[in-house]
């Protein structure tokens, strides 16, 4: 897969068949996740693949439960608003993402394979975001669907640890990234435009460039 298609098309695919990703595809992710920039060469960092059915059974009302309080914390006034106007555009986009999200955490014992990555207090975590990212890609090259999350691992700390046997408390869940064949379609995640959300030498001013459509495919 050319690497600007990879770029461009990884979002977030929730929506997984049950079917099993072979074990040499997961070596591939995993291969691939642990080639990511780490400062110092420390690797501070300690993966979990997770795709035992009794497992998922107990990890699963976790999630649920931290889902749950997502919606009725942080997101609580967002959709309200959304749902008092559904057609606005901001609407439709917060609904849609509630949705997804939503169908992961009622669905959570049918995605065939989550990884836990663990990473040593809290320097390590300008490495463990990079090796996550670079597993979503490796995934995505093998047509297969991911999504991270740090959700659990900030709501349930001590049972993550005690289900999948974290020996030391040091080592904190970073995030969980959900892997399995999509059920929808690749497409170029909608976005604001990088001219406004970006400026240069300071919080407020021009960038010098407009990006008004994905410059990806390219045209001509």
């Known amino acids: ?43 501070p960092w300690r993966f979990v693949l997770v795709d035992s059915p009794e497992l998922k059974a107990e990890l699963a009302p976790l999630y649920r439960a931290s889902i749950g309080a997502l919606w009725e914390g942080p997101y609580r006034e967002r959709l ?28 959570y014992e049918q995605v065939p394979l989550f990884l836990f990555c663990f990473v040593r207090g809290d320097a390590g975590a300008g490495s463990i975001y990079p090796a996550a990212w670079s597993a979503q890609l490796a995934a995505r090259a093998e047509g297969v669907g991911s999504s991270l999350t740090s959700v659990l691992g900030a709501s349930h700390p001590d049972d993550v640890r005690r289900l999948l046997g974290v020996p030391e ?41 407009s990006v008004p459509e994905p410059l990806w495919p390219i045209q001509g």
């Open 1 to 43: 897969m050319e690497l600007r298609e990879a770029l461009y098309t990884t979002r977030a695919m929730r929506r997984v068949r049950p079917d099993p990703i072979p074990d040499e595809v997961q070596a591939r992710i995993l291969d691939a996740a642990i080639r990511a920039p780490s400062g110092g060469n420390a690797q």
């Open 169 to 209: 408390e040091s080592w904190k869940n970073a995030c969980m990234v959900s892997f399995g064949y999509p059920t929808g379609r690749w497409a170029v995640a909608e976005r604001r435009p990088v001219d406004e959300v970006a400026a240069r030498n300071g919080w407020v001013g021009p960038l010098g460039f």
């Open 80 to 107: 309200l608003r959304a749902k008092a106007d559904p057609d606005a555009a901001a609407s439709r986009s917060m609904l849609k993402v509630q949705r997804s999200a939503q169908w992961l955490a009622d669905h």
